[in-house]
């Protein structure tokens, strides 16, 4: 029994793993959310960390087919606190220098701050028209700090029609499984006409300050000894719609020891 039992141990983290990478997806009332994302690469540190960039990719529907789904007012991403912002030394960008601005603008404007990019995608409604959709790319921009805290700049750019728009995420640290969370709201001047319908984001960027390499996340796979790798609690997200009612997701990934 005793040979056995690492094997019967290593087939259930097997079984875990393989199981732990889909995506999330709630219903509340008439609203359908999906949230997926992670971390990259897979293979990570035991002990320490490595640089690593961090996805995250949702979705918004409402249920009955309807054109319209509930507004998103605010989106709220805690990630685990095993991932770690490094950003001394790093430029910085103010949202004044970049909106309006087209992306090949702000990336010449402010290109030595940017640390991620998405996509958004926005139902948009005005008076007397029918509602279309607008999309388009985004920039992630390292951004100053306000009342002690880090924060993103999100700049969205799109040509149909031509608008541009910033959304500012605050960086806050929390105690407990979720260290550190990215939040912003949708801006009061967008409540009358925006219907978010997908956002997603990836934040990499690696960087040299005083000769030495730095990434702005870093991340290790903190296995037990023995182990090849390791599931854990990855995101929790929490999507607040107008109206008041809230959505929350939990998302649960695995890593693999490097070496």
Known sequence: MKAIAPIALALLLALALAGSAAAEKQQSGNLLVSFDGGIS???????????????????????????????????AIAINKGGRIFDRGLPTC????????????????????????????????????SPFTFKGPMLVFHATRAGGHRRLLAQVYGTRPPSAFVLTFKILKRKGTFGTMIRTTLPKAARDWAYVTHFDMKLRRVYSYRGRRHS????????????PGAVYPFARANFGFAGGSQVTSTLIRDCKVRG
Request: aromatic content about 4%; some cysteine.
């Open 216 to 227: 702005f996340i870093n991340a290790g796979c903190a296995a037990p000894a023995g182990f």
């Open 94 to 129: 103010r949202v004044q220098r970049i909106q309006p601005s087209t992306i090949a603008a702000a990336k010449r404007i402010c290109g030595g701050a940017i640390v991620g990019s998405g996509h958004v995608r926005v139902r948009v409604r005005l008076a007397n028209q």
């Open 41 to 75: 690469p897979h293979a990570l540190p035991r002990r320490g960390t490595a640089p690593v960039s961090v996805t995250v990719d949702s979705g918004f529907k409402a249920s009955d087919g309807s054109d319209l789904p509930p507004q998103l007012r605010r989106i």
